[in-house]
């Protein structure tokens, strides 16, 4: 099957750092990608629908500025916590969906964030 | 995109049981996904159902569907401990964006 990995699995940096996370589709390429938020115990919450070549399409109430989104090619996205803080701690991962049209997303195996 | 809502909340089972967990949702939809997420890991995709479908087997989940009642469940059949894990149902309405809910968290007992 598709095979989605992240990068990297965990991080721990001091607040007011910069972390960035790189997810890439190894066998099959992806005009959209997508990032999600774990809190423990809780659902995922879709931050942004990363797309080839154009701007990122945040969902309400993710801030564009903190979390940078970068979908250089067609099977690398980048998601960058920027001047992180203690309160971005939580688990990042990604999806993305092979050009199959049946709308089954592949997902990473998450990145831990742990802010100090 | 549309969130299903996965009931029970939580199930804890001996192995060899049969586990059921079963998903609402509000509006129709083109097809309905069901994750596994074991625990600090990412989401794996289990099996689709389309709406003009019933019932679909694989290996030993069944998951069924009703349209009507707007609800799906996901049967497993002789549980074992690897099978302790997170069920996400996602219904899908057509958009390539997936909405999950909380979940069901089962453990299965040796």
């Known amino acids: 099957g598709a095979v989605v990995s992240q990068h990297p699995s965990r991080v721990i940096c001091k607040s007011g750092t910069s972390v960035k996370i790189e997810c890439r589709s190894l066998?099959?390429?992806?005009?959209?990608m997508f990032w999600y938020r774990q809190f423990p115990k809780k659902s995922l919450m879709l931050m942004a629908t990363s797309n080839e070549g154009s701007k990122a399409t945040y969902e309400q109430g993710v801030e564009k500025d903190k979390f940078l989104i970068n979908h250089a090619s067609l099977t690398l996205s980048t998601l960058t916590v920027t001047s992180a803080h203690p309160e971005d701690s939580s688990f990042y991962i990604c999806?993305?969906?092979?050009?199959?049209?049946?709308?089954?997303?592949?997902f990473g195996p998450g990145t831990r964030l742990t802010v100090l | 995109s549309q969130q299903g809502e996965e009931d029970p909340q939580a199930l804890s089972i001996q192995e060899g049981e049969n586990a059921t967990m079963n998903c609402s949702y509000k509006?129709?939809?083109?097809?309905l996904q069901w994750y596994r997420q074991n625990s600090g890991r990412g989401l794996v995709h289990l099996i689709l159902?389309?709406?003009?479908?019933r019932e679909k087997h694989s290996g030993r989940l069944r998951v069924t569907l009703d349209t009507s009642k707007k609800s799906s469940s996901l049967l497993i059949t002789a549980s074992r401990a690897a099978d302790t894990a997170s069920y996400f149902c996602?219904?899908?309405?057509?958009?390539?964006?997936?909405?999950f809910g909380k979940g069901t968290m089962l453990l299965v007992s040796p």
């Open positions: 159902i389309r709406s003009n479908e």
């Open positions: 999806s993305a969906s092979p050009p199959t049209g049946t709308d089954t997303q592949y």
């Open positions: 996602a219904p899908n309405s057509g958009y390539s964006t997936l909405t």
């Open positions: 066998d099959f390429q992806a005009t959209t």
């Open positions: 509006t129709s939809i083109n097809n």
